[in-house]
């Protein structure tokens, strides 16, 4: 399990720490955790700030490996929900009853069978990456093209009122890319959990209530 927030702040847990030392800690606490990924504890911040998930909702986890967000959300969603997952790289954990992932690249994906099983889905979870290259313009592209398909995707899956969480690297499309979101849904917050990298360019928009 994630480690519990004593005061109600998940940022208490990596006070004084800085740079690497911070994310070891982190590394290390998923290890513990059993979580494949420390990204885990970006996503039970949202959660925790946000409130995306609740039990019996299916979710749908777009660039899901190695699997941290599918097992953090199975546990949300409750043995009644169910999370469908996909990512290009093979997802090599044991996965509880209620997931489901294929892997498949989101880009080029041209049989519909697996987004139809997410059809009136409750949530879209984007947490997909480009390969880097060092160059911030070029990944912070390449990072815009995934978010928009991942917006294409929840505007064809979320049901009325479901809930879209994805990442983006802050670039010249940041603006733009926010301003597609805002006009499709009820409320949309941008936000930086603790637990990324402090020199990280990643951010996440949270979009609540689809209209
Ligand atoms: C930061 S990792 C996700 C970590 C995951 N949330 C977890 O907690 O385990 C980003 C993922 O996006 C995937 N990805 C990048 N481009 C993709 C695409 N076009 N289609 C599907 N997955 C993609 C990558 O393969 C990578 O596994």
Excluded at 24 to 30: E, G, V
Excluded at 93 to 99: E, S, Y
Excluded at 113 to 124: D, I, K, M, P
Excluded at 175 to 184: D, G, I, P, S, T
Aim: net charge positive; aromatic share 8%.
């Amino acid at each position: 399990m994630a480690a519990k927030k004593k005061s109600g702040k998940p940022a208490g847990r990596f006070a004084g720490r800085a740079g690497h030392q911070w994310a070891d800690h982190l590394t290390q606490q998923a290890k513990a955790d059993n979580y494949p990924a420390r990204s885990v504890y970006k996503l039970e911040e949202i959660q925790q700030k946000f409130t995306i998930m609740k039990k019996k909702d299916t979710v749908l986890d777009l660039g899901c490996a190695p699997g941290s967000w599918l097992l953090y959300a199975s546990r949300q969603v409750g043995p009644e929900g169910r999370v469908l997952g996909i990512d290009i790289k093979a997802v090599d954990i044991g996965l509880p009853a209620n997931v489901t992932v294929i892997q498949g690249d989101i880009l080029t994906m041209t049989d519909d069978t697996f987004l139809q099983q997410a059809s009136g889905c409750r949530v879209v979870l984007s947490d997909m990456a480009p390969a880097t290259t060092g160059r911030k313009d070029v990944d912070a592209f390449r990072s815009f093209e995934l978010c928009k398909m991942a917006l294409d995707v929840a505007e064809r899956c979320l049901g009325v009122n479901g809930h879209f969480v994805c990442k983006i690297f802050q670039g010249n499309e940041f603006a733009q890319f926010e301003k597609q979101v805002k006009k499709r849904f009820g409320s949309c917050r941008i936000f930086k959990p603790e637990s990324c990298r402090k020199q990280s360019k990643e951010i996440y928009i949270i979009a609540k209530n689809k209209r």
